[in-house]
T-cell receptor
Framework: DADVTQTPRNRITKTGKRIMLECSQT?????MYWYRQDPGLGLQLIYYSFDVKDINKGEISDGYSVSRQAQAKFSLSLESAIPNQTALYFCATSDSGTPGELFFGEGSRLTVL | GESVGLHLPTLSVQEGDNSIINCAYS??????FIWYKQESGKGPQFIID?????DKRQGQRVTVLLNKTVKHLSLQIAATQPGDSAVYFC????????????FGTGTKLQVIP
């Protein structure tokens, strides 16, 4: 089983719909992240959380919200999806002792029509 | 309007040759640097890291070089194999406290058999 699990892996939705992407981890890490990847581009940080009570905006948080339900769960929501949010979304975790060593999920491909 | 993804820089290398992938980082305060490998359809995977108190670190078939004077990082892969074909990202962060990890745009490595 994967250490970092994202659901759904693929989703097609329509403009204006609310979408939630979920992430769960079994690594016991305190830090969790949501990144967005567009074709041919790097990873842009949307939100990150260093523990259950800590939520921080990343570079591109507009149009997104997150919830850290437990140490092992971090969900990303698009309240009203728009076509330019079509992208590949990655959840990642890290341990505070090795902050740069991120463990990524397999990604959630979202298409907004 | 329609957005067009940028084309990743591509490095084509003959199987068995050495590969050198370069990265310029932006934040002078960063003191911890990481290389990630992303294979097609997968999330990025940690390869090797280096802290700013070092200028070279070696792993299995990989070497990372850090030049803080010009804010440059490189990844050298010895005896490149077909399985090395992937997109490679450098990333930077700061140790201590709550610091996010920022990724570069990536380089695509194509290994020619």
């Amino acid at each position: 089983d994967a250490d970092v699990t994202q659901t759904p892996r693929n989703r097609i939705t329509k403009t204006g719909k609310r979408i939630m992407l979920e992430c769960s981890q079994t690594k016991g890490h305190d830090r969790m992240y949501w990144y967005r990847q567009d074709p041919g581009l790097g990873l842009q940080l949307i939100y990150y959380s260093f523990d259950v009570k800590d939520i921080n905006k990343g570079e591109i948080s507009d149009g997104y919200s997150v919830s850290r339900q437990a140490q092992a769960k971090f969900s990303l929501s698009l309240e009203s999806a728009i076509p330019n949010q079509t992208a590949l979304y990655f959840c990642a975790t890290s341990d505070s002792g090795t902050p740069g060593e991120l463990f990524f999920g397999e990604g959630s491909r979202l298409t907004v029509l | 309007g329609e957005s067009v993804g940028l084309h990743l820089p591509t490095l084509s290398v003959q199987e068995g040759d050495n590969s050198i992938i370069n990265c310029a980082y932006s934040n002078s305060a960063s003191d911890y640097f990481i290389w990630y490998k992303q294979e097609s359809g997968k999330g990025p995977q940690f390869i090797i890291d280096i802290r700013s108190n070092m200028d070279k670190r070696q792993g299995q078939r990989v070497t990372v070089l850090l030049n803080k004077t010009v804010k440059h990082l490189s990844l050298q892969i010895a005896a490149t194999q077909p399985g090395d074909s992937a997109v490679y990202f450098c990333a930077e962060t700061r140790t201590g406290g709550y610091q996010k990890v920022t990724f570069g745009t990536g380089t695509k490595l194509q290994v020619i058999p």
